[in-house]
């Protein structure tokens, strides 16, 4: 990076009751409940603003005031700034006027992953850890493994076995020590939890660990940037643990707070749609009872992985995220997952992953039912490669078997 970078960072703070911790130390919750990362937000101001920013190359590590203390460097695989695609023909076929997808799939190893396990990765390296374990279902694995392998640190996981088969063996291709657990996430956490007191690793776990957030939080800096420091009318985005859309509001807090957004954003609150399978659907349920905290899914079955999350230990902060932001939780029907996402990759050649496609079912109903406006701007969110989901993508093809047998030549 050209420009030495300054430490911005103020401290830690718990998102349940607000208790302060130093972040000159690995930290993971406070009573088992997530942290906030805070920052000097009036120095930050005063040092940098969005020409510089826009100047600087486009990755991530552009809003590194954002992100990174004094004398941190990056570990990097090249997370390049996503592109923002318009989608005129999705958007007629849904009855909107204006609709865009997000595709964080071009980022390394195929998702949305890359830019919390970066900054993880890159803070465990800043504190001098060199073993880590983590709970996976799908890309957070292959994620986490490559950066861990980047920055030389030894990486445990532990996946259910019907974890999508790319997922699985990438992850071990990194060098990841990776262990198959006939249960669920929640069963995965629990014995990573277990390894984390018995063998000494330091817990990468979803919101157990605060800078993964910060990491995800540069998809809603990068958004705002892309339309020229505002924000669209909505986001849909697929929730399982929740660290991206947790991040994005977070993005859009502090946004507003250096005084970032364009005139006429106001306080730039897009409103946040978190969106589930109908096969998992804990948010949902505990937003639809006006409920903070869910009750663990029970009887999970979505074919979407990183959606197979009965429980969530940043539950109440999407909830606050979506209330905060005047969005809602909905869910897809599952049984319609695969017809969404053929949908998005015939009509407009992206290739949507389930998790994503459980977005389209939501709009379409949110449109229905009047929650979504169709003069409004939207933006949808396409977190993973489809490419990766060979399981889901498996079809049948034909097989030519001479050339009488091709489709011009008559029976």
């Known amino acids: 990076m050209s420009e030495e970078p300054q430490s911005y960072v103020s401290h830690l703070e718990s998102a349940l009751d607000g208790t302060v911790l130093p972040a000159d130390k690995p930290q993971t919750t406070h009573r088992g409940r997530p942290l906030w990362v805070r920052y000097h937000l009036d120095a930050i101001r005063a040092a940098v603003g969005p020409k510089t920013i826009s100047a600087r190359p486009p990755t991530m590590w552009r809003y590194r005031e954002l992100l990174l203390p004094g004398g941190c460097e990056p570990v990097s695989l090249g997370e390049t700034m996503t592109p923002l695609l318009d989608c005129p023909r999705l958007g007629r076929a849904m009855g909107l006027k204006k609709l ?3 595709d964080e799939s071009r980022l390394p190893t ?8 970066a900054m993880a990765m890159t803070m465990a390296r800043h504190f001098g850890l060199n073993r880590v374990v983590a709970p996976t ?3 957070a694995g292959g994620a986490l493994a490559a950066y861990a392998a980047r920055a030389g640190i030894e990486c445990h996981l532990f996946m259910p076995a019907d974890t999508p088969e790319v ?3 990438e992850a071990s291709r990194y060098g990841a020590r990776v262990y198959l657990v006939d249960g669920l996430i929640t069963d995965c956490a629990k014995i990573a939890r277990e390894s984390v007191e018995k063998l000494g690793l330091f817990d990468m776990s979803t919101l ?3 800078y993964r957030l910060e990491g995800k939080k540069t998809m809603g800096l990068e958004l705002a940037e892309q339309l020229g420091w505002r924000l669209p009318d909505v986001i849909l985005y697929p929730t399982g643990g929740g660290t991206g859309l947790i991040g994005m509001f977070k993005a859009f807090a502090e946004l507003h707070q250096l005084g970032w957004l364009a005139d006429g ?7 946040l749609f978190c969106c589930q399978s109908s096969g998992c659907d804990p948010l949902v349920r505990a937003f639809e009872s006006g409920q903070r905290f869910a009750e663990p899914a029970k009887g999970v079955n979505t074919i979407a992985a990183g959606l197979r999350v009965p429980a969530a230990v940043g539950d109440f902060m999407v909830l606050d995220a979506v209330r905060g932001s005047g969005g809602r939780a909905m869910a897809a029907d599952e049984e319609r997952l695969v017809e969404w996402m053929t949908m998005v990759w015939e009509t407009e050649g992206i290739a949507l992953c389930p998790e994503a496609a459980v977005c389209v079912g939501v709009l379409k109903e949110a449109l229905r039912l009047g929650h979504i406006g169709p003069e409004e701007e939207v933006v949808l969110f396409n977190t993973a490669a489809g490419q990766k989901y060979v399981e889901v993508i ?3 093809l034909p097989l030519l078997e001479g050339a009488k047998a091709a489709p011009w030549q008559k029976a």
């Open 137 to 139: 279902a799908g890309n």
């Open 100 to 102: 865009w997808i997000k």
């Open 167 to 169: 997922n699985r063996y």
């Open 394 to 396: 498996r079809t049948e």
């Open 208 to 210: 157990r660990e605060p």
């Open 110 to 117: 195929g998702s949305f992953k890359a830019r919390g396990m």
């Open 265 to 271: 954003a106001g306080e730039g609150r897009a409103r």
